[in-house]
């Protein structure tokens, strides 16, 4: 004999199964946004974090080689401004040896009791008259206060004022920066000054 379910009983219970259904939705979340959903996604985030971390890391090693090129340039521009101030503080410390060695001479000769003025300053004038009147004014200095081959250079450097001053300068930063050889001899230097401040060779 078959036994016939109750209608209702059977509602009932999918009416109670629903019921624990949403319970159990309303605790835990919907099927689509449970833990492991935001899991994998939280893991995907990373590797993309990753993956922009590791393109910067790359572009380091290029980074730091462009910042020691720069930094290799610009010791060498400063090392040749600190070798021509050397210079300059070497003249001056010969040239006041020299000094105080006459004084205390006393009967050195003649020459022990001149003293030597110091020749005009060339501020770069586009003149052949004041160029050459500072040139040879420069030699009769140097032979006067009896100033070696060596000397003259940073000697001479000493009386360049304004432009003359800034065009040495200029150079002097230029050679250092090129790796070119350096003017070294009075003759070179008139020739250089020759060439920047004669009228006929101004542009």
Same mark, same amino acid.
């Given at each position: ?14 009416? =109670?199964?629903?019921?624990? $259904? #949403?319970?159990?939705? %309303?605790?835990?979340?919907h099927p689509l946004e449970t833990p ?7 893991? #995907?985030?990373?590797?993309? *974090? ?10 380091? @090693?290029?980074? +730091?080689?462009?910042?020691? $090129?720069?930094?290799?340039?610009? *010791?060498?521009?400063? !090392? ?5 101030? *050397? ?6 410390? &010969? ?14 000769? @003649? ?7 110091? @020749? ?19 030699? !009769?200095?140097? #032979? ?8 003259? +250079? &940073?000697? =001479? ?12 300068? &200029?150079?002097?930063?230029?050679? $250092?920066? %090129? ?5 070294? !001899? ?6 250089? *000054?020759?060439?920047?401040?004669? @009228?006929?060779? &101004?542009?």
């Amino acid at each position: 004999m078959k036994i016939m379910a109750d209608p209702k009983s059977v509602c009932d219970r999918l009416v =109670a199964l629903e019921a624990l $259904v #949403q319970r159990t939705e %309303a605790l835990l979340g919907h099927p689509l946004e449970t833990p492991m959903v935001a899991i994998f996604q939280k893991f #995907q985030d990373l590797e993309e *974090l990753v993956e922009k971390l590791g393109k910067l890391v790359n572009e380091i @090693p290029s980074f +730091i080689e462009g910042r020691m $090129v720069s930094l290799v340039e610009d *010791l060498g521009i400063l !090392t040749g401004a600190v070798d021509m101030k *050397l210079e300059v503080v070497n003249m001056e410390i &010969s040239v006041l040896k020299r000094a105080t060695d006459s004084a205390m001479s006393g009967d050195g000769g @003649p020459s022990s009791k001149v003293r030597v003025s110091d @020749p005009k300053s060339f501020g770069g004038e586009r003149s052949a008259k004041e160029l050459e009147n500072f040139l040879w004014n420069m030699e !009769t200095y140097f #032979q006067v206060a009896r100033v070696s081959d060596a000397e003259k +250079i &940073s000697m =001479a450097s000493m009386f360049l004022v304004g432009d003359a001053k800034l065009c040495w300068r &200029s150079h002097v930063s230029d050679d $250092v920066a %090129a790796n070119r050889g350096r003017i070294e !001899t009075w003759e070179a230097l008139k020739k250089e *000054l020759k060439a920047q401040f004669l @009228p006929c060779n &101004s542009s």
